[in-house]
Nanobody
Framework: VQLQASGGGLVQAGGSLRLSCSASGRTFWINGMGWFRQVPGKERSFVAAIDSSGRSTRYVDSVKGRFTISREYDKNTVYLQMNSLKPEDTAVYYC??????????????WGQGTLVTVSS
């Protein structure tokens, strides 16, 4: 099973990006999913999570109202829509799968990251 994040890039402050996370090897619709981010020299930190039904989500306070997590079951994909981006959102973003339906289940599978750079 692999999780592959994509959609990162360079964007100006105030702009938008949509990250995608695709799972290969099996379907992951029974588990919750999430996004984390990491900047050099700091630990990976939680950004957003969504439960297996897609109806329950949670976010870190710093992105509430700007980021939206969603999932598309027929494509086995989770998205992170990021609007009103700020330079402090610059990081490598990782998707992860929970060991359970979520949205508060522990994460146990991590994918490769995608770099998001927000210029001021």
């Amino acid at each position: 099973v692999q999780l592959q994040a994509s959609g990162g890039g360079l964007v100006q402050a105030g702009g938008s990006l949509r990250l995608s996370c695709s799972a290969s090897g099996r379907t992951f619709w029974i588990n919750g999913m999430g996004w984390f981010r990491q900047v050099p020299g700091k630990e990976r930190s939680f950004v957003a999570a969504i439960d297996s039904s897609g109806r329950s989500t949670r976010y870190v306070d710093s992105v509430k109202g700007r980021f939206t997590i969603s999932r598309e079951y027929d494509k086995n994909t989770v998205y992170l829509q990021m609007n009103s981006l700020k330079p402090e959102d610059t990081a490598v973003y990782y998707c992860a799968e929970m060991d359970g339906s979520g949205p508060n289940s522990p994460f146990n599978l991590w994918g490769q990251g995608t770099l998001v750079t927000v210029s001021s």
